[in-house]
């Protein structure tokens, strides 16, 4: 799942630092984020890769070895004619009207105690702010343990990407051989450490990139709609 296309937004931004190389002033570099942010990844775009997570579980409600496609739709969206489709106990949460608390669920970014959701993201001593990429099982590609597995996963999916566009027959070859990429100017970027703002750790330069973008876009904006959404419950 590519949370609003970060593969696009940040192959625009690489194609910016690459033509500002000699020239580039990070003090700049945030604004120029949240410039390409709002560009590349509208909600829209992000509707689509919620639902897509929505769609996988009402098909795993279904009470059937082969759902049909059209059953798991009428489900999900909860259309009328949905009531007669045999359904299992779980998951609990199936439908597009809980489609932002289907995801923050997905992403172990919440806890819910009867009518209380508590945001992890805001707990500093939780398991999902503290956890390492350490204690992921690589077995599991779409399990997210923590925030430190989900900006790993993200700056992977986007260096991929990034590779695939710019040095096509490089990176089919290495997927044919399961070789690493050799390297060249993206990986050598990735190797560059700059800091995040108000840290003095320094870190892979997409690593950082993508964090500061979840913190400052993806983490409010799913707080606020799971609030808006959750309309009975209390989110904390």
């Not at 970027?189 to 500061?212: C, M, N, W």
Request: hydrophobic share 40%; proline share 6%.
């Amino acid at each position: 799942m590519n949370f609003a296309n970060f593969d696009i937004y940040f192959l625009h931004l690489f194609k910016y630092l690459t033509d500002a190389l000699f020239y580039f002033r990070f003090s700049e570099l945030y604004d120029h984020l949240d410039r390409y942010y709002q560009i590349s990844a509208p909600e829209a775009d992000l509707f689509g890769n919620v639902d897509a997570i929505g769609l996988k579980m009402a098909y795993d409600k279904i009470d059937d070895e082969n759902p049909k496609l059209s059953d798991v739709l009428k489900l999900y969206y909860e259309r009328p004619d949905s009531e007669n489709i045999p359904v299992k106990p779980t998951p609990e949460y199936y439908t597009f009207s809980n489609r932002w608390l289907i995801v923050c669920q997905f992403l172990n970014m919440i806890t819910i105690n009867g009518n209380t959701i508590t945001w992890l993201p805001g707990a500093p001593n939780s398991t999902w702010s503290q956890g390492s990429v350490e204690t992921h099982d690589p077995q599991h590609y779409f399990s997210f343990e923590n925030k430190a597995c989900l900006v790993e996963k993200m700056k992977n999916f986007i260096l991929f990407w990034l590779n695939r566009i710019i040095y096509p027959t490089d990176t089919g070859l290495c997927m044919i051989w399961r070789k690493d990429p050799k390297e060249n100017i993206i990986t050598a970027f990735d190797k560059a450490a700059i800091a995040y703002p108000g840290s003095k750790t320094e870190s892979s330069i997409f690593r950082t990139l993508v964090e500061y973008v979840l913190n400052n876009h993806l983490l409010p904006y799913l707080k606020t709609s799971l609030t808006n959404e959750q309309v009975g419950k209390q989110v904390v």
